[in-house]
């Protein structure tokens, strides 16, 4: 189907089954109503807000859409293409999200703009691709369409960074489809900045073909209601998908995330490490589903999720959910909702640190374990400067 | 001036008394070790004198170079120069080791009123005390005790007594789960601590560790009591005739 018919039946499809209720299975927990009824403009206006470029390659969105005044991706390396994805066309667009919810089909049928980035075989881009949604339209929808596709044996890093202003309610609605080839490496961040009264729901897709790898570490701070869907196709053998995460909330936040990792094929690895942190009346919702399909043997699935509370009255909603059909797999999963470790605190103690400073320690510790596997330096270093941010609020 | 001073020392855990009335006094200098059978109430002395909150003091008094350290809690006691090194050290994952000793390092210098160590002098101090237990520096890197061998976090442990310098040095059987080399290793690195202004109390079940750390007293603890203090000779005759003679009173 081409695009132009796709857009279509996205937006009939959408028109047909409206926004999903609290009845369904995968909504259950997560109440979209606010977003359902609320009227969004088609207003725009250059952003007054700033952000920090990670590195040289950046591409800034205002308001949904791109700026090339203020983005920096003339330059690149051989074997990279970036562009809007209004100006570059694959066949391949929408094939991976498919519309299972009104905000894949939302999004299909009235994406305004976002980043197309083509790795050629053989490619390995040393340079980190900074793409920045800047956002600060009190009342507008953002529908964001992103492509990445890295060719064979090609590898890419990409931060996705939504910032927007405090106290702006919007709503961003968007989707990021990755291809990954055979031997290919795609090394994704998601960095969750969004005003602390913002819709944000974001559908990431990633297909991964033989001795391909895929690593995700998705960081939420904002929005007061907001949802990751992140899936993952092992589509062949030797794949290996890492889905890390971690969300920091506070307030009435609500926060849900949905990882389904579908094993089609034999001697796949999949790893998710999520962790929370919440504070106030904040709710998080984390649903990590594993499906082993028949011919998925030695498989090796790995999940768990860490939660902490820093208040009563937070709560969180964990469900792990493993679906196995083959029978020469090796798949855990582990969810624990508590307090921070006592025998950690008293060690830390007897090492001269005062109960304040090692209760800060551990907090961030606790977060920050998403973080010991981040390959990319930048993006570290720039994660843990928020998270402590973030900690040094909550801690006042 | 003594370094520690233990009189008549009462303690329970959960209600139950275990500590039944301890005497104990170490100069500074001196090595002492408490060999005892398990359930003698060895980790609970190390715990009490550490501050640990889940150990209760119920009697006695204890002063540490001459103050009572019930006015002190376990981070104080710390910087007042007191260190544990556990018998079981704690995993602390997304911590890095070096992040973790830079703040210990820094507190405890903030407490002595001593100038805070910057990046620079700090990595001068780890490569100066590296040496002295034959740490890896990858070991450094990772996080606290995560996915260490049982002879990497007992190394771990002397490597953090080595950076914090203290008064006293308090080795909670040190030598558990080690292998013959390991144990080599650790005692080498707090022979190389020993000083005549530092003081060591070694507690341990077996007298293996004492053929390497060669303490200048030696005392029983039985039931919660010491029943016998005497010379490292005292070690030998225990692994010669166990505490059997003892329990069985």
Redesign the interface.
């Known amino acids: 189907m081409d695009l132009k018919k796709l857009r279509e039946k996205a937006a009939a499809d959408f028109k047909a089954n409206g926004f999903p209720t609290t009845k369904e299975e995968l909504w259950r927990f997560t109440d979209v109503s606010r977003v359902a009824t609320a009227e969004f403009s088609n207003d725009w206006k250059p952003s007054d807000l700033t952000f920090r470029a990670l590195d040289k390659i950046t591409v800034v969105f205002e308001n949904g859409k791109l700026s090339r005044e203020k983005s920096n991706f003339t330059e690149l390396p051989e074997g990279i293409c970036i562009g809007s994805i209004l100006d570059l066309v694959d066949p391949r667009i929408g094939t991976l999200a498919d519309a299972q919810s009104a905000f894949v089909s939302s999004n299909t049928a009235f994406f305004a703009d976002g980043t197309f980035i083509e790795v050629t075989d053989g490619a390995k881009i040393d340079t980190p691709i900074h793409l920045i949604y800047l956002a600060d339209v009190d009342g507008a929808a953002f529908h964001l369409r992103n492509f990445i596709s890295v060719g064979k044996d090609a590898q890419v890093t990409v931060v996705e960074e939504y910032i927007g202003q405090s106290g702006a309610t919007y709503w961003t609605n968007a989707v990021t489809e990755v291809f990954v080839a055979d031997q290919g490496a795609v090394d994704h961040y998601k960095v969750q900045r969004e005003s602390e009264s913002s819709f944000h729901f974001q559908t990431l897709e990633a297909q991964l073909g033989a001795d391909a790898v895929f690593s995700n570490h998705a960081v939420t701070f904002g929005s007061a209601l907001g949802r990751n869907d992140i899936r993952g196709k092992l589509t062949g053998e030797g794949g290996e998908a890492i889905c890390n995460g971690l969300y920091l909330l506070k307030d009435k936040q609500v926060f849900d995330t949905h990882i389904f990792m579908d094993h089609a094929v034999p001697k796949c690895n999949s790893h998710e490490l999520y962790k929370g942190i919440l504070d106030d009346k904040a709710r998080a919702v984390f649903c990590g589903r594993i499906l082993v399909q028949k011919d998925a043997q030695q498989t090796d699935a790995i999940q768990s999720n860490g939660n902490l509370l820093l208040s009563r009255a937070a709560k969180v909603n964990t469900l792990p959910q493993l679906e196995i059909y083959a029978d020469d797999v090796k798949c855990t999963h582990g969810a624990t909702i508590g307090q921070l470790?006592e025998?950690?605190l008293?060690?830390?103690?007897?090492?001269?640190?005062?109960?304040v400073?090692?209760h800060a320690?551990?907090t961030?510790?606790?977060?920050?374990?998403v973080?010991?596997e981040v390959k990319c330096k930048i993006a570290k270093v720039y994660i843990e400067d928020l998270v402590h941010e973030w900690l040094d609020q909550v801690s006042k | 001036m003594a370094l520690l001073e233990i009189k008549d020392l009462h303690a329970s855990v959960a209600d139950k008394p275990i500590l039944k009335g301890i005497n104990l006094t170490i100069k500074p200098g001196e090595v002492h070790a408490i060999m005892g059978p398990n359930g003698s109430g060895k980790s609970t002395l190390s715990n009490v004198l550490a501050g640990n909150e889940a150990y209760t003091k119920t009697a006695g008094q204890i002063l540490f170079d001459g103050q009572d350290i019930d006015e002190l809690a376990a981070h104080e006691r710390a910087c007042a120069g007191m260190f544990l090194a556990f018998q079981y050290p704690v995993e602390i994952a997304g911590i890095s080791n070096m992040y973790f000793l830079k703040a210990a390092v820094n507190a405890v210098r903030k407490y002595q009123g001593i100038d805070q160590l910057d990046a620079m002098d700090f990595l001068d101090l780890v490569e100066e005390k590296k040496k002295i237990v034959k740490i890896r520096s990858d070991l450094l890197e990772r996080a606290v005790n995560s996915g260490f061998s049982g002879g990497e976090k007992k190394r771990n442990e002397i490597f953090q007594m080595a950076m914090l310098e203290p008064k006293l040095g308090i080795l909670d059987e040190t030598d558990s789960g080690l292998d013959i080399d390991a144990l080599r290793i650790v005692a080498d690195g707090v022979n190389a601590l020993r000083s005549p202004d530092r003081g060591f109390l070694v507690i341990t079940h077996y007298q293996r560790l004492l053929d390497y750390i060669v303490p200048d007293h030696v005392h029983v603890l039985v039931n919660g009591q010491i029943v016998k203090s005497g010379g490292k000779e005292l070690a030998l005759e225990l692994e010669d005739e166990g505490y059997a003679s003892w329990v069985a009173e």
């Open positions: 470790d025998t950690a008293y060690y830390l103690q007897t090492r001269g640190i005062d109960p400073q090692g320690m551990l961030f510790a606790f977060a920050n374990e973080m010991d």
